[in-house]
């Protein structure tokens, strides 16, 4: 679907189009160049180091080995990570806070093989019918997430917070067009930037099994599979939700099924202070290169690595990043504005002009 080669960036229309020209090799060549241009325009005010690493959409496996071995080569007052998203292009802003993330694989067995459907139809578990009935249950009619226990960590956002959001500009038909979709759905009682923010949600990222090749074939499937994860909020335990969706599944499979749950990557959740004085050197450097002060926003997507570097090295990151929701971010034809690249770039240079 690439009307370009997707690892050969290429300009065109204003917009730099390639794999990762937002999420997030774009952004990581901004802070490449903002920090290049810092040093020729004499702006640095501190000491800088930099981690490159490419493990990110598997969950960052290494780097929390790595941060607890050298923890001395990484000692630093604020961490600076260009890996989100603003608003809109007339609305600048910051992120303040990252959901976590459960991510599981689910392996149903029934039978011993393929099953002809015509003489075992009806007698004989489906695999597949089994696991869609088992996460069809996982929500509820009001979108709540049935887990026992899955909720006795979440963090009501404060009705300060929750005021806060509801000034963000937003407009839901604008959204329900940009994704083609009629109606939106999700948690009663909360507003969409709500439930894609600071909610917990599930979500089946894949499902398959039995015959999906061309044509038709008569086949009760031996087994069926799927890839299923947790966006989490701030005070959820990756690990403690982990393990409540394992004994939630083992015990409400029926006995006419095998079923086996693989825990994969998971990641904290996280929230960073507003009166950080790196946060408000970040705060007018935005200011200074978009014309106009950013606001602070939690967004939906995780970063497992934010956690991990609070609770191993013990330092806060601010989140000053420069991706688009109309940039098609893991799509194909993903891109980002030349006018965003160049402010982006702007941005970090300021940040290091105010921050010592």
Known sequence: LWKSRPFEPEIRDGRIWARGADDDKGQAMMQVKGFETALNLDLLKCNVKFIFEGEEEIG????????????????????????????????????????????????????????HSGHFGGAVANPINVLCKLMADITDADGR??????????????????????????????????????????????STLERNSCRPSFDICGIWGGYMEEGSKTVLPSKAYAKVSCRLVPHQDHGKISKLFEEYIARVAPAYVKVRVTPKHGG?????????????????????AFGKRPLAVRRGGSIPIISTFEQVLGIKTVLMGFGLEQNAIHSPNESCTLDFFYKGIESVAEFYKRFN
Request: net charge negative; glycine share 6%; aromatic share 8%.
């Open 268 to 288: 904290q959740g996280y929230v960073c202070p507003i009166d950080l004085p790196a946060y408000k050197a970040a705060e007018e450097a935005v200011a200074v």
């Open 60 to 115: 960052s496996p290494s780097l929390e080995a790595f941060c607890r071995t050298h923890k001395e080569l990484l000692k630093a007052d604020v961490i600076l990570v260009s890996d989100t998203s603003m608003v809109s292009a007339e609305t600048p802003s910051l992120t303040t806070g990252l959901r976590g993330l459960a991510y599981w694989e689910i392996e149903v067995t029934g039978p011993n093989r393929d099953l």
């Open 145 to 190: 997430i049935t887990i026992p226990g899955f909720y006795d960590d979440v963090e009501d956002v404060s009705p300060a917070e929750r005021e806060m959001i509801a000034q963000i500009p937003f407009d839901e038909a604008k959204y329900k067009a940009a994704i083609g979709v009629d109606e939106l759905f999700g948690e009663k009682g909360y």
